[in-house]
């Protein structure tokens, strides 16, 4: 039966009695539209199986990929926490060698410095 087809209504009539051979005539064409209405929703239904099992694949595929990812991901979030510990190290042995360097004499003051004393014992 295609969509859109307007079915007709049958009026039920009591006093009409229909013979065996046109029951059974209906009845076969009955239970052919309704053969070919359950061919049609298993032929549905295995598309959508199919359909279904490589959403499952394609799902599978992805989640492989997800647990790499985030296997990655855990990596690296190790190596940052390794380098942050590093950078601090750095960052206060950069802090003492600033300090120690403002306490030391640049060496053109300490060759001025020199010949300062060098002139001043040469006077004295």
Known sequence: MKKGAKKEKVK???NIHYSPAEMNRYLGALCET????????????????????????????HSKILDF????????????????????TVKEDL???????????DYDDFLALTRRVQKLESKI
């Open 95 to 105: 802090s003492t060698i600033k300090g120690d360097l403002k306490k030391k004499v």
């Open 34 to 61: 309704h053969n070919e209405n359950l061919k049609a929703i298993n032929e549905n239904f295995v598309i959508v199986n199919k359909k279904i099992d490589n959403m499952k694949e394609t799902l599978d595929f």
């Open 12 to 14: 039920f009539n009591e």
């Open 69 to 88: 990812h985030s296997k990655t991901l855990s990596s690296h979030t190790e190596m940052i926490g390794v380098l942050i510990e590093d950078m601090t």
